[in-house]
T-cell receptor
């Protein structure tokens, strides 16, 4: 069975600083995909970044980067230059190849302080 | 291009009542999913569909039924609602092109359901 663990229920960061949100995963499948989603207080799920298990380089999307350490089974999200609008819940998720459904972690609530 | 839409946005039911949640996508996606999100938790998969006319069970399927008669629509039904089904329900869709490791799921805005 697959499992995603996010050990930080809540995080605070000062505006303009960088923050790392932790995610570890467990799977026996050699092929998998890792995703991060943002859920603001309005409730929608916003896709941020994707990392494939065979990707050689860490994924980046603007201010978001994914620190992928395959041997340690970790896929941490790094947000650089935090903004007030980054305050939200952040979910790490893993996708199974056969059915493509996502398994989610319990989330980390990030609060950016001015 | 609306993406993924869900109807209704909010609903209050009494125990034992039935209802259907509608999900529609205009991205020609093959795969569609229904998740539920309970307070303080991530999303959990209820049912999913890999194409028109096909459905399959996810992690928490009990008490729900689904149908996918048209490619763009995925319906979630509650035949006899229970308070334990109070949750926020999300629909998502994804496509099959680009290889099995690159399809991203796009989510609808969610339906907040309360069962009294």
């Amino acid at each position: 069975a697959q499992k995603i663990t996010q050990t930080q229920p809540g995080m605070f960061v000062q505006e303009k600083e960088a923050v790392t949100l932790d995610c570890t995963y467990d799977t026996s499948d050699p092929s998998y995909g890792l995703f991060w989603y943002k859920q603001p207080s309005s409730g929608e799920m916003i896709f941020l970044i994707y990392q494939g298990s065979y990707d050689q380089q860490n994924a980046t999307e603007g201010r978001y980067s994914l620190n992928f350490q395959k041997a340690r089974k970790s896929a941490n999200l790094v947000i650089s230059a935090s903004q007030l609008g980054d305050s939200a819940m952040y979910f790490c998720a893993m996708r199974e190849v056969p059915r493509r459904a996502l398994t989610f972690g319990s989330g980390t609530r990030l609060q950016v302080q001015p | 291009n609306a993406g993924v839409t869900q109807t209704p946005k909010f609903r209050v039911l009494k125990t034992g009542q039935s209802m259907t949640l509608l999900c529609a996508q205009d991205m020609n996606h093959e795969y569609m999913y229904w998740y539920r999100q309970d307070p303080g938790m991530g999303l959990r998969l209820i049912h999913y569909s890999v194409g028109e006319g096909t459905t399959a069970k996810g992690e928490v399927p009990d008490g729900y039924n689904v149908s996918r008669l048209k490619k763009q629509n995925f319906l979630l039904g509650l035949e006899s609602a229970a308070p334990s089904q109070t949750s926020v329900y999300f629909c998502a869709s994804s496509w099959t092109s680009g290889g099995p490791l690159t399809d991203t799921q796009y989510f609808g805005p969610g339906t907040r359901l309360t069962v009294l």
